[in-house]
């Protein structure tokens, strides 16, 4: 048994205040709002929420920050350095910086972290001895840093509509073809932490086939499946002069729209993509951060969740590590581009953070009994939060809070971050140390 105290808490979409939470081994048994704390509970200061979920995060990106973002260029330049630095991989080194990077998510109060992952083989596209040695140095990073993972194993065919293979820092991405991708995605077995899932790196990567062929393999597995989509009007126009059709038209053609489906940017729709992605209950994984840091546009999200799309959020490229700015960034982000206010409630976007993206990595996280018990607690005396109330915590939290607001960390019932700080990792100098290592591969 493990217990926990919290002053705050957010129970059934509301704030209770003195809630005792008793897990036993890693889930909840017991959640009793209005209770004393129990001598040996863990007491949590400010809001607790169930664990903040990354769905969308490429690990290597990270150490692209404040390198890419100088000057101009558009997202076909940022393209080409992070190609660079994927080049500069090998299973230690990725290890090292996967590390390091789940870390600062962990102290950031992410519990849980979905990686679009594709960075499979050697540089030249060979494979290595496992075939899996780089998802594998992702797993055991995730495992060493304290939170769950979602490995969803991006197949990555082609180069574009009108290349046919892979070349240059591309090979190392694919496999022979989808039915190789699909044996080596096989070989890798989910285990405690660990769930296994799908991913379609986009319609220009994967032909329409063996988009099929993924969606199948997902769909046997019950397996989370994810896929970029629309991020660029370039991508768009090249999808619609080769098939005539636009990138959701393309997936739903080859059946890969669905309730187990996240479409990851979603950013440049048409009405009949919303009606796509909506009807069928495909969520939508928006990373503002990402997609203005890229200049990529704003997506319509207040209609992809009128249309009926679960919206969660993403770090992406980890231009900063903040699941509360990126929940927030949803709706100031509309504000900019309709000139109005309120398309999303504060409680809607903090459950876009926590547990609408739980779902969506396969996890069942929430602040009740029979969950797993992955807990966050959000400071509410901080400089930017001092002054909150049970009234105003949830707004609090996602209008003003901060990740540095973060003081504790609970995943599985056992205690990842306190008081701000990573238990076991010294997430700066960690970071420090591996992307030191990355930059000097590169050079």
Same mark, same amino acid.
């Given at each position: 048994?493990?217990?926990?105290?919290?002053?705050?808490?957010?129970?059934?979409?509301?704030? &209770?205040?003195?809630? %005792?939470?008793?897990?036993?081994?890693?889930?909840?048994?017991?959640?009793?709002?209005? %209770?004393?704390?129990?001598?040996?509970?863990?007491?949590? *200061?400010? #809001?607790?929420?169930p664990?903040?979920a990354?769905?969308?995060?490429?690990?290597?990106?990270?150490?692209?920050?404040?390198?890419?973002q100088?000057?101009?260029?558009?997202?076909?330049?940022?393209?080409?350095?992070?190609?660079?630095?994927?080049?500069?991989?090998?299973?230690? *080194?990725?290890?090292?910086?996967?590390r390091?990077?789940?870390?600062?998510?962990? &102290?950031?109060?992410?519990?849980?972290?979905?990686?679009?992952?594709?960075?499979?083989?050697r540089?030249?596209g060979?494979?290595?001895?496992?075939?899996?040695?780089?998802?594998?140095?992702?797993?055991?990073?995730?495992?060493?840093?304290?939170?769950?993972?979602?490995?969803?194993?991006g197949?990555?065919?082609?180069?574009?509509?009108?290349?046919?293979?892979?070349?240059?820092?591309?090979?190392?991405?694919g496999?022979?073809?989808?039915?190789?991708?699909?044996a080596?995605a096989?070989d890798?077995?989910?285990?405690?932490?660990?769930?296994?899932?799908?991913?379609?790196?986009?319609?220009?990567?994967?032909?329409?086939?063996? &988009?099929?062929?993924?969606?199948?393999?997902?769909?046997?597995?019950?397996a989370?499946?994810?896929v970029?989509? %629309?991020?660029? /009007?370039?991508?768009?126009?090249?999808?619609?002069?080769?098939?005539?059709?636009?990138?959701?038209?393309?997936?739903a053609?080859?059946?890969?729209?669905?309730?187990?489906t996240?479409?990851?940017?979603?950013?440049h729709?048409?009405?009949?993509?919303?009606?796509?992605l909506?009807?069928?209950?495909?969520?939508?994984?928006?990373?503002?951060?990402?997609?203005?840091?890229?200049?990529?546009?704003?997506? /319509?999200?207040?209609?992809?969740?009128?249309?009926?799309?679960?919206?969660?959020?993403?770090?992406?490229s980890?231009?900063?590590?903040?699941?509360?700015?990126?929940?927030?960034?949803?709706?100031?982000?509309?504000? #900019?581009?309709?000139?109005?206010?309120?398309?999303?409630?504060?409680?809607?976007?903090?459950?876009?953070a926590?547990?609408?993206? &739980?779902?969506?990595?396969?996890?069942?996280?929430?602040?009740?009994?029979?969950?797993?018990?992955?807990?966050?607690?959000?400071?509410?005396a901080?400089?930017r939060?001092?002054?909150?109330?049970?009234?105003?915590?949830?707004?609090?939290?996602?209008?003003?809070?901060?990740? %540095?607001d973060?003081?504790?960390?609970?995943?599985?019932?056992?205690?990842?971050?306190?008081?701000?700080?990573?238990?076991?990792?010294?997430?700066?100098?960690?970071?420090?140390?591996?992307?030191?290592?990355?930059?000097?591969?590169?050079?």
């Open positions: 048994m493990s217990r926990f105290h919290a002053e705050l808490a957010l129970v059934d979409d509301v704030v &209770q205040h003195d809630v %005792s939470i008793d897990c036993h081994g890693e889930r909840i048994v017991a959640v009793t709002p209005r %209770s004393a704390p129990a001598p040996e509970a863990t007491r949590l *200061r400010g #809001l607790v929420v664990g903040l990354n769905a969308h995060s490429h690990a290597f990106h990270r150490a692209l920050r404040a390198r890419t100088q000057g101009a260029g558009d997202f076909w330049e940022w393209r080409e350095a992070m190609f660079a630095v994927a080049g500069a991989l090998d299973p230690e *080194r990725y290890h090292r910086l996967a390091a990077v789940y870390a600062e998510m962990a &102290q950031a109060g992410i519990t849980a972290v979905a990686e679009f992952h594709y960075l499979h083989h540089p030249d060979t494979r290595y001895a496992d075939p899996n040695a780089m998802g594998e140095a992702l797993v055991a990073a995730a495992a060493e840093a304290g939170v769950r993972l979602t490995l969803l194993d197949c990555y065919l082609r180069g574009g509509f009108a290349q046919p293979g892979l070349e240059g820092a591309q090979r190392r991405f496999d022979a073809d989808v039915e190789a991708w699909a080596r096989d890798l077995r989910e285990r405690p932490g660990l769930r296994r899932g799908a991913a379609i790196h986009s319609v220009r990567a994967v032909p329409p086939q063996a &988009q099929e062929a993924v969606a199948a393999w997902a769909g046997e597995r019950g989370p499946l994810h970029h989509v %629309s991020e660029q /009007p370039a991508e768009n126009a090249a999808c619609h002069e080769t098939t005539g059709r636009t990138p959701t038209e393309v997936l053609d080859a059946g890969v729209l669905g309730p187990r996240t479409a990851v940017h979603a950013t729709l048409t009405d009949h993509d919303l009606t796509l909506g009807g069928t209950t495909t969520a939508v994984c928006l990373c503002p951060t990402t997609e203005r840091e890229l200049a990529d546009g704003i997506g /319509p999200a207040s209609e992809l969740a009128a249309a009926g799309s679960p919206l969660c959020v993403g770090s992406d980890h231009a900063v590590v903040d699941l509360l700015e990126e929940a927030r960034a949803i709706e100031l982000d509309q504000r #900019l581009a309709t000139l109005a206010r309120g398309h999303h409630t504060p409680h809607a976007l903090l459950a876009a926590t547990t609408q993206g &739980q779902t969506r990595l396969g996890w069942d996280v929430a602040l009740q009994p029979g969950s797993l018990a992955d807990l966050t607690a959000i400071d509410l901080s400089p939060t001092a002054g909150a109330t049970a009234a105003t915590a949830v707004a609090h939290a996602v209008f003003a809070a901060t990740a %540095s973060i003081t504790d960390v609970i995943v599985g019932g056992r205690a990842i971050v306190a008081e701000g700080r990573h238990l076991t990792i010294d997430v700066p100098g960690a970071l420090a140390a591996a992307l030191a290592e990355v930059e000097e591969a590169t050079r």
